[in-house]
Each structure stands twice: as structure tokens, then as C-alpha cells.
């Protein structure tokens, strides 16, 4: 182990031992993003507009993914950098940058989905119908794709979002989502049967 | 239609990724980030000035508490034909027998001057009480 990473995982107070788990590229790119977080809560623009261009499209891909909606989706994507903004002086390397924006993408979902819970079921369609027209057979089946989505419970969702669109490995999502690796395997396996099952006539 | 197009495992893969709908999300970091440093300015900007005000307003409504208190423990300054009438009406008020009342009656005319409490010769007074034999002799 070089002097160098030593004195990285010292700084930001990982314990870092020979044979741990934690990399040395992992340990920089946590480095890296304590340091952008701290230039984000000291109110460095060019950092804050980094961060944005390098998160929004996957933050957006997954509000829209989980919502079907997309004034909802962007809507939510803007929300979150602005809470990122509040809480990036809060930012501690624990984790890596990813698992702490979607954290906080998830909790900003979940009030989304209590909010809409609360609201009259009527205006909810109303939404679906004008953001889903109907065309050709791709996008018949992206209809039938989103629809059963947003039926399937939310732990289930986010668990197989984080593991198609993010590529994080069960113990990730397990972590993240504070819970164990079986509990994702299986909210992973459920979510993908119920979405092969709904697509399988049209295939 | 080929195999690798009817797999539903990648369809769903697909779909998921969701390539079309990020493309079609135009977000404007800079305008997005500039946004947000300003809300955030403005927030700490209008937080400071809520506290001071709050600790202001905390510290008048404690002064006036403690003037208004002061002036409720400060006694009456009231004349002494007042103190006077308020000893008489708390007198007429006892309970006193009539002897104790007759009695009272020959001690005020005894003495005419000392009507007035505050102009009471004590002297006579006290000859009057020794006279009456309600105190014993020294």
C-alpha cells in the first residue's frame, strides 16, 4: 500500500487496511467527491454545475423510470440539487457520491409517492393518459412496461433501477437501501417476473 | 423478427436504461446552478435577519414584562388621612365588644389632639394607658 493512500483514507476517515474491500481508486473517487462537496456548500458554481451535468440525466432516468411522468421527473431532478446543495456541507465519504444522491433521489421519491397517495386518484390518470399516447409496437410496449411500474412496489423498483441503470452490485443496493443482499435478489427477481409476464403476449 | 429483439429480459433492460427519455430531458445546468446559489444566498441572507429580529422582539417583551411587574410590587404612595381611613374602616370592621368600644371611645376624647394617629402625643398617651392600667408599671 503506497504512503500516498494512506494519507487519502486517513484524511477522509475511512479505515483502509490491507485486504479491506475498499480499492484504491475507490478511496480517491470518495476523496474526489468530498472535495466537490465541500466547494458545492462553500458555494462554488462551476462544482455545483459539474455535479448537475454529470448526475442529471441518470437522476432523471430515475424519477422518470419510477414515475412515468416527465414534468414529475424533471421536477424532481431539480429538487434534488437543490436539497444537494443544503445538505453538501453535511456530505460525509462514507459512502461514494452516487449512493448519496440517490439516498437522498429515493427519499425525495418517496415523499413524491405519499404526496400522490394523498391526492385524488382521478387527476393521476388524467396525467398518465396525456403522457402516454398510444403508437407503434415499441412504444405499446414501453406503455405496458411503465404501467406495470408503477404497480410495483417501490423497494421493488428502485432495487432493480438501481441494479439496470446504476450496474450496482446486490451488496450496493443492499447497503443503500438498508436491507440484505437476499431481500434485493428477491425484490430484483420478483420485479422482472411481473415485467416479462406483462410483456410476454406482446413479444 | 430476430432472436436477441424478442428477449424479454432485454427489452425490459431497455427500457429501463431509459436513453430516449434522458435525451429528451433538456435541463440547463448553469441556469439550474445559478438558480440554486441564489435561493441558497437569499435564504442565508434572510435567516440571520429573522433571528436578530426574533431576539429583539424576545428582549422587549422581557423588559416590559420586568416594568410591568416592578410597578405592581411598588406600594401606594397614599397620603396619611388615607392610611388613616383605611385603619378606621378596618377598625369599624372588628369585632369589639361594647366595654372594648366605650373604652376606646374615653381614650380618643381623653386625648382630643391624638384623633389624628400621626399627631399622637405619646406622653399622654402613655400616662392615659398607665391610668387605664392596661400596661404594667415599670
Known amino acids: 500500500m503506497s504512503c500516498n493512500s494512506i494519507s487519502v483514507a486517513l484524511n477522509i476517515g475511512v479505515k483502509f487496511s ?174 422482472r417476473s411481473i415485467l416479462k409476464k406483462a410483456i410476454k403476449p406482446q413479444l | 423478427m430476430k432472436k436477441a429483439d424478442m428477449d424479454p429480459n432485454q427489452k425490459i433492460d431497455e427500457f429501463l436504461k431509459c436513453k430516449d427519455g434522458s435525451e429528451s430531458f433538456q435541463l440547463d445546468e448553469q441556469k439550474l446552478a445559478k438558480q440554486i446559489l441564489f435561493d441558497g444566498t437569499s435564504k442565508t441572507v434572510s435567516f440571520p435577519s429573522i433571528r436578530y429580529w426574533l431576539s429583539v422582539a424576545a428582549c422587549v417583551a422581557i423588559f416590559l414584562g420586568f416594568l410591568i411587574q416592578k410597578k405592581d410590587f411598588i406600594p401606594n404612595r397614599s397620603s396619611g388621612s388615607e392610611m388613616v381611613q383605611a385603619t378606621a374602616a378596618s377598625t369599624s370592621n372588628m369585632d369589639l365588644l361594647p366595654e372594648e368600644i366605650t373604652m376606646l371611645d374615653e381614650w380618643l376624647l381623653a386625648s382630643p389632639e391624638s384623633v389624628d394617629f400621626f399627631s399622637v402625643d405619646f406622653d399622654s398617651s402613655y400616662e392615659l394607658l398607665v391610668s387605664l392600667e392596661t400596661i404594667p408599671l415599670p
Open chain 1, 18 to 191: 490491507e485486504g479491506s474491500e475498499i480499492s484504491n481508486s475507490k478511496i480517491f473517487r470518495m476523496e474526489e467527491g468530498l472535495i466537490q462537496m465541500k466547494k458545492i456548500a462553500n458555494g462554488d458554481e462551476k462544482a455545483l454545475i459539474d455535479l448537475i451535468a454529470e448526475w442529471k440525466g441518470s437522476i432523471f432516468a430515475f424519477f422518470y423510470r419510477s414515475l412515468s411522468n416527465h414534468a414529475d421527473a424533471e421536477d424532481l431532478t431539480q429538487k434534488l440539487f437543490h436539497r444537494v446543495y443544503r445538505a453538501a456541507g453535511k456530505y460525509k465519504p462514507k459512502a461514494k457520491v452516487s449512493t448519496w444522491l440517490f439516498t437522498i433521489a429515493r427519499n425525495l421519491l418517496i415523499d413524491e409517492l405519499k404526496r400522490r397517495s394523498r391526492r385524488p386518484q382521478e387527476s393521476i390518470l388524467v396525467e398518465w393518459e396525456v403522457e402516454h399516447v398510444s403508437g407503434s409496437y415499441g412504444q405499446e410496449l414501453k406503455e405496458i412496461l411503465a404501467r406495470e411500474m408503477c404497480k410495483l412496489p417501490e423497494n421493488h423498483r428502485s432495487a432493480l433501477l438501481f441494479r439496470v441503470q446504476q450496474e450496482w452490485s446486490y451488496r450496493e443496493i443492499a447497503d443503500m437501501m438498508k436491507t440484505n443482499e437476499a431481500n434485493v435478489k428477491t425484490w430484483i427477481f420478483r420485479a
